[in-house]
């Protein structure tokens, strides 16, 4: 493990990964929304917070984000960041309403942040 420390390509394929999750979860909600209004009796409405919620938190804290990693550690913040994004995509899993969803969804915009 010591030989990829400091590893320029072992960086930019960590970030890479990251960057393509937080990409991913942008675009697989909209394959979901004909089974969110099905299984959770969403309206369009909700719908469209669940995946605005996600993109506004996203947006407005992204430059917050990267004066934290200044401030923290960049590394310390990219590990806080996916540890929250992955519990909070587990919260968006088991969420039963949409208000449970749209709120995970939420969150997972600051842990994408």
């Known amino acids: 493990m010591k030989r990829w420390s400091g590893n ?8 890479s990964l990251g960057f393509f999750m937080t990409l991913l979860d942008l675009t697989i909600v909209n394959i979901a929304i004909p089974s969110m209004i099905d299984k959770l009796d969403a309206s369009l409405d909700q719908v469209l917070w669940v ?7 996203l947006a407005v804290l992204l430059i917050t984000a990267g004066r934290l990693g200044d401030l ?3 590394k310390n913040l990219f590990i806080a960041g996916v540890a929250l994004f992955t519990l909070s995509s587990l919260a968006c ?4 309403d949409p208000a449970q969803l749209i709120a995970a969804r939420a969150v997972q ?5």
């Not at 995946?51 to 938190?57: C, F, R, S």
């Not at 915009?109 to 942040?113: D, V």
């Open 93 to 96: 899993g088991i969420s039963q």
């Open 109 to 113: 915009g600051l842990g994408a942040a």
């Open 72 to 74: 923290w550690g960049k």
């Open 51 to 57: 995946v605005n919620a996600y993109i506004l938190v």
């Open 8 to 15: 320029p390509w072992a960086i930019l394929l960590t970030l």
